[in-house]
């Protein structure tokens, strides 16, 4: 199975960027974990801060993939792109956050991109990722 995480803007700076929120793992290290924990699966990992270039890696990996794991960051409250692209693809998109974001600021409680996805997972921590996984498998 093959498996893409793919990371949105400011999530290359997981481990510094608001620990209280995102807690203190680096992506790297916790996709350590993750190919430790799942060594069947292929795990490939990428991240922009660009728009433009998640909608790129998503049709270039959308229609062979088994699954798509996506955390947009922010571009998930504003991102009518994304949701066109997540529509065209044949691979399932699952929309992760590290927060709960129905917990936090109003203007994070809309998503334009969940109902271009299979699934939501929000809330867990890091290991939102791990169940994103868990839904493919
Ligand atoms: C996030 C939540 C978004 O609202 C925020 O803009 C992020 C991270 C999360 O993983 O909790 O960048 O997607």
Do not use: W
Request: aromatic share 10%.
């Amino acid at each position: 199975m093959k498996i893409q995480i793919i990371n949105g803007p400011n999530l290359n700076l997981l481990g510094t960027r608001e620990p209280g929120i995102y807690g203190s793992d680096t992506m790297e290290a916790y996709l350590d974990t993750l190919r430790k924990r799942y060594p069947d699966i292929d795990i490939d990992y990428y991240q922009s801060n660009i728009e433009g270039e998640l909608i790129t890696k998503l049709q270039q990996v959308g229609f062979t993939y088994d699954g798509i794991v996506l955390n947009a960051g922010a571009y998930t409250h504003t991102s009518i792109a994304l949701h066109d692209c997540i529509r065209s693809l044949k691979t399932p998109v699952i929309e992760v956050h590290i927060s709960n974001v129905h917990k936090r600021e109003e203007f994070r409680h809309h998503s334009y991109i969940s109902s271009a996805c299979r699934g939501v997972i929000c809330g867990f921590g890091m290991d939102s990722y791990r169940l994103a996984i868990e839904s493919f498998i």
